[in-house]
């Protein structure tokens, strides 16, 4: 703070009276301060001493106030702060005599929010897998952040990536440059609760999760379930009992459930001693029965146990007499079915040649006598025949992955033979090795496989696909959408899946960066951004007071935990512009006529540059599974969804238009559930009926408002098209644009 003496002020905005005469002065001093983005304020500057003075505020020494600063009666005044209030700023006093200056800096920040862990959020892990935790926050200035074990801070010592309670060598838990928590090797002791804090000069914000290790539930190797061992009359055999699991299982024999102990250490039954025992023990679990006579013959069961559980299988021994030839091990159970099984496929196949070699034949010699109606009736139960060897040869190969996909142009005779070479190569050129994947984080579990999180340089990808040979390392987050299913209708989704970003190329649509095909699981790798999913965003730019009034008003079944602090609000402009980069992409995908089936915030991302993408992570069983419905065994979106794909599973680019609707509902609600008051059972009696009706929010603009109620339409035929939504919605942000300039022209005037 400063005081000058000479000069003179113009306009007073406060007159003081003093009650004594004297030297003029601040009573206190104004002090700088700083304010949360978006707030109000008040920043004092009283005087005392002179007589009569007058005290006016300027930004900098002598430039006027901006927008959103005003003063009165001494008394600088913030309405909303913004970043383009903050700077230096000076209060003058004078009685005509005597001027003093105060000078003072005013600051707009952003708390730290932070983004990852979210609130309460547990990880699981096995015994000995490797985890990463992230800490990723926000704010401005930018926070730094820490971990902390149980409210125990995590240090980096030195400037290395550990952890304080390890030298560098031998650390397992490791604090990496971007504050990512690498703990190696997990153990049961790493179960805790561990925060993530961020703190700058605009406050502290922490998340906490959960780390649960799991151990390794014992699994008995050997023998196997149903196992059969044959033996003859005199023979000595060894029965392995083999079981793995962290910790290491013990392992222990029975028979028909009675327990074969180890005496004194010694490596036999207890029914006899050492010399004269049949039934010996080993130290590696191995149970050898010498001179096997038919008493024998029984069950008898291998069980494995740890603190993790216990596993049992159990074989039969049968003691056969000397002279009587055992049957082998596949003419057991299993051996018969793969018997009958192959006997049946082999025949059958026998069955098709003979039938193509007896019309094949037919028609040579109908050819020959010119018998034209006949050769196409032959030609036509050929055709059958063949038709049925490719179905067989298709079911030999249903464990394939990308070589099922329908073609309308492959009907031909030339292209048939050609056909399964096509599909086998199609997805080539996206393979990619799973080794180039990082940082893999488990979201939750989707319709086919459990979804992931992980990072990969683009630059690795460029370079196997022989585009660029050296180039910089650019880490990209992607989302890893694992196949572990075999079901015939998840692997013509996951298909459709690929088929629907592979097609199309759209700045706002995720990429198709990569498939991971080498060994099982499949993965299926796009484009994933760094602010994460909309619905997340959304909710994070609730008040503190709009959340709980939400909370408040559908209950707390539906209501989601706040964010530590909230962000900026999303102004109308940028309002409008999602729901135009939305129309955009959903346009995109029906100018290729493909449906997305699943259009909704928690399925779009969002960049730090406010831009929206596309996807579909389609969580359904994890953190967004309380938004999907199971209908007839299939999970669906029922709150998104029309009448037409609920009832009678049509789906079609106007019940895309209908979740279009929808989702640009949840942007301008902050990502509330639709429906929140009504259960599942009673959203789809309404939907049945007829009577489910769209409550459109008081700040979206009139004319959007009319656009939504057309997207929800029962009549499918009644909805409009993407490409006229698409320009609709621009034509609304012309609008809004014009609107903007002329208020600030009129302000200005």
Not at 68 to 75: K, R
Not at 241 to 247: E, F, I, N, R, Y
Not at 691 to 702: E, I, Q, T
Not at 711 to 727: L, V
Request: charged share 25%; proline share 5%; with cysteine.
């Amino acid at each position: 703070v400063g005081h000058g003496h000479r000069g003179r002020v113009r306009k007073a905005n406060r007159r003081h009276r003093a009650t004594t005469d004297g030297v003029l002065r601040f009573e206190p001093e104004p002090y700088s301060k700083k304010f949360e983005l978006g707030s109000s304020g008040k920043i004092h500057c009283k005087v005392a001493g002179g007589v009569t003075p007058t005290v006016q505020w300027f930004l900098n020494e002598k430039d006027p106030l901006p927008d959103g600063i005003t003063s009165a009666n001494g008394t600088l005044m913030v309405t909303e702060a913004k970043k383009i209030q903050a700077g230096n700023y000076s209060c003058h006093a004078s009685d005509g005599d005597q001027i003093i200056t105060a000078r003072i800096s005013l600051d707009v920040v952003v708390s730290p929010r932070v983004l990852e862990p979210t609130p309460g959020q547990q990880v699981h892990v096995t015994l000995g897998q490797t985890v990463s935790l992230n800490c990723l926050a926000v704010g401005d200035p930018p926070p730094t952040t820490h971990w902390d074990r149980n409210l125990s801070i995590l240090h980096q010592q030195n400037g290395a990536d550990i952890d304080e309670s390890a030298n560098s060598s031998m650390s397992r838990l490791v604090i990496l440059s971007n504050g990512t928590l690498v703990i190696q090797n997990a153990t049961e002791v790493d179960s805790d609760r561990y925060g993530c804090t961020a703190g700058s000069a605009a406050g502290l914000a922490r998340n906490e999760l959960e780390l649960i290790v799991h151990p390794v539930s014992p699994r008995v190797l050997e023998p196997t379930p149903g196992q059969q061992v044959h033996v003859t009359l005199g023979q000595t055999v060894s029965l392995n009992c083999l079981a793995v699991g962290d910790p290491p299982p013990t392992t222990h024999w029975d028979r028909n459930l009675s327990i074969l102990h180890q005496q004194n250490g010694a490596d036999i039954d207890e029914s006899a001693n050492s010399s004269m025992s049949r039934l010996v023990i080993l130290s590696n679990g191995t149970l050898v029965i010498q001179n096997a006579t038919e008493v024998d013959s029984d069950r008898y069961g291998c069980t494995a146990g740890s603190a993790a559980g216990l596993a049992r299988n159990e074989l039969e021994l049968i003691v056969h007499p000397v002279g009587e030839l055992p049957p082998a091990e596949s003419t057991g159970v299993a051996g018969k079915a793969v018997l009958v099984s192959i006997t049946v496929a082999g025949a059958y196949m026998i069955l098709v040649l003979v039938l193509m070699l007896y019309c094949r034949r037919r028609r040579l010699q109908r050819r020959q006598r010119g018998e034209k109606l006949e050769l196409e009736m032959a030609e036509g139960r050929e055709k059958l025949v063949e038709e049925g060897e490719k179905k067989i040869n298709g079911a030999a190969q249903n464990g394939r992955l990308l070589c099922d996909r329908e073609s309308g142009a492959d009907n031909s005779e030339v292209s048939g033979t050609s056909k399964t070479s096509k599909k086998s190569s199609q997805y080539d050129h996206l393979s990619v090795p799973k080794t180039l994947l990082t940082d893999i984080i488990t979201l939750g579990r989707g319709e086919f496989g459990d979804v992931m999180l992980a990072k990969i340089d683009l630059a690795q990808i460029k370079k196997l696909r022989n585009k660029e040979d050296e180039s910089e390392s650019v880490m990209q987050p992607v989302l890893v959408k694992a196949l572990t299913t075999k079901d015939n209708v998840q692997l013509s989704e996951f298909r459709r899946q690929l088929d629907l970003f592979s097609r199309v190329r759209d700045e706002h649509i995720s990429r198709l960066l990569g498939l991971c095909t080498a060994d099982e699981p499949h993965y299926m790798l796009l484009e994933h951004t760094d602010w994460g999913d909309l619905k997340t965003f959304l909710i994070a730019t609730r008040t503190q007071e709009e959340n709980e009034e939400y909370i408040a008003r559908v209950g707390p079944g539906h209501g989601l935990p706040p964010t530590p602090t909230s962000i900026e609000p999303l102004a109308p402009a940028h309002k409008m512009a999602l729901a135009a980069h939305l129309a955009a992409a959903a346009s995109r995908l029906s100018h290729k006529r493909l449906t997305h089936r699943d259009i909704a915030a928690r399925n779009c991302l969002i960049t730090s540059s406010l831009t929206l993408k596309l996807s579909l992570p389609a969580l359904t069983r994890g953190p967004h599974s309380h938004e999907y419905y199971k209908m007839h065994d299939t999970v669906i979106p029922l709150r998104w969804l029309p009448v037409e794909a609920v009832l009678e599973d049509e789906y079609s680019i106007k019940s895309d238009v209908y979740m279009y609707g929808a989702t640009i509902w949840e942007i301008y609600t902050k990502a509330e559930l639709p429906f929140a008051k009504l259960n599942d059972n009673s959203v789809l009696e309404r939907l049945k009926s007829g009577s489910l009706d769209w409550n459109v929010p008081g700040s979206m603009p009139d004319k959007l408002q009319e656009l939504l109620k057309r997207c929800w339409s029962k009549s499918p035929t009644d909805r409009p098209q993407f490409p006229e939504i698409f320009e609709e919605v621009n034509n609304m942000i012309k609008d809004l644009a014009d609107n903007s300039s002329q208020h600030s022209a009129e302000r200005e005037k």
